[in-house]
């Protein structure tokens, strides 16, 4: 570095201390929006507590979300599709390249913002810039990601599994995942050995995990982990709805059909939402859609009410089924409400997350590869004939309730600061 010792952001850091100031910067990979949505809630959180908070950023997002009483601070994040198209075909999400110019990109915010803590959500290149400059690092993560928890893995919607199949596809999984995993680990471990730190090893889990304290989005009830260090804490899952107003047609929803709310996010295959739409026009029920303004429809169904966005726990309140990607934050949303959930999935996370909410009897995952409108109308009318998923939603709700994420958040934060 060619700064002098007074100004780098360790005597800085040192100066925030002695004053007392409690200055948290937040770092948020707007690769998809659940990576933002949650950093956010817990950045307003510290903010309502007086803290000093910085948010940093791309811009991409901003509108969804009710303002910090600072600026955002733009950075640099792959596009959602440059992100999808790398789960899609399997390929590492972010090249050795791409980590250098985001560590590059965190020296000089941290330099310029000198915070007493870190905190991210998905930016894997912290594991090397909060190291450089020793400054306490966490991370927002899922559980079902954790090394110490014990997934059932199965194939995702991947080039072999549409050209073998997922009977076949599932069985080369299971034998080449421990090599994918570790193929994956590379650009992060041969950045991190520019910089002189020591390899993460070769399980993918450690690189998405690596952290001071690493704080787990769940329930450890619906995703276990095991023999876990005291660095690796659960929170509770982190529920966010979009600062969007509702819109015109909300109270004029009929009351004597049950409503399905449907999302398939920023990370779900919007092109299947006329097939979605296709089989709920066959039943009895009135579907509430949020689009994420990814796909225009050309022709609406007679029974469905359609907006870009809508205020999710409202949408969850009154509906009797989610229809979903299987991401953790819309079904959390959902069970939050007790309402069970379809999820029809492609990425190993929503494959991952899907697994323990099927074990749990909360939800249904669907391939999407194998969505078809008549397997979903099928599925949906089980579901909606079954009280056993409302029942196991119901009991995860009050699981739900019993979690206080956002206080866990500011306690181990005022922990983490009292004794930096």
Known sequence: MNESLADSPEKKHQKNIANHKRRVLFFAEAATLAHVARPM?????????????????????????????????????????????????????????????????????????SPDLIVGDFRLSLSVS????????????????????????????????????????????????????????????RVRKQYGLPSLGLDLRRI?????????????????????????????????????ALPQWWDQLPADKPIIYVTLGSSGQSELLPRVLGALAQLPVTPVVATAGLIQLERKPHNAWVADFLPGEQAVSRASLVICNGGSPTTMQALAAGVPVVGIASNLDQYL???YLEQAGVGILMRAGQTTVSRLRQLVETMMGNDSYRDCAMAVMQQVATYAPERHFANLVARELSTA
């Not at 995990?209 to 989005?217: M, N, P, V």
């Not at 660095?231 to 899952?237: D, L």
Request: some cysteine; hydrophobic content about 40%; glycine content about 2%.
């Open 41 to 113: 809630v817990l950045a307003h959180v510290l903010e309502d507590a007086g803290y000093e908070v910085h948010f940093a950023c791309h811009p991409r997002y901003c509108d969804l979300f009710r303002t910090l009483k600072r600026p955002w601070r733009p950075i640099q994040s792959i596009t959602s599709r440059e992100f999808l198209e790398a789960l899609a075909k399997g390929r590492p999400l972010y090249s050795r390249d791409t980590l250098q110019a985001y560590v590059k990109e965190d020296l000089e915010v941290i330099r310029e913002i």
């Open 130 to 189: 909060a190291r450089l400059v020793d400054i306490p690092y966490m991370t927002i993560t899922n559980a079902y990601w954790s090394p110490y928890a014990r997934p059932h893995y199965r194939v995702p919607e991947l080039p072999i599994t549409r050209f073998f199949g997922a009977r076949v596809a599932g069985a080369l999984f299971k034998l080449a995942r421990p090599l994918a995993f570790a193929l994956h680990t590379l650009p992060l471990n």
């Open 208 to 244: 998405y995990t690596d952290a001071d304290q690493t704080l787990y989005a769940d329930l450890p009830e619906l995703v276990p982990t095991f023999e876990r260090p005291a660095t690796h804490r659960y929170i509770g899952p982190i529920n966010w709805s979009p600062s969007v």
């Open 353 to 355: 997350n899907m697994s």
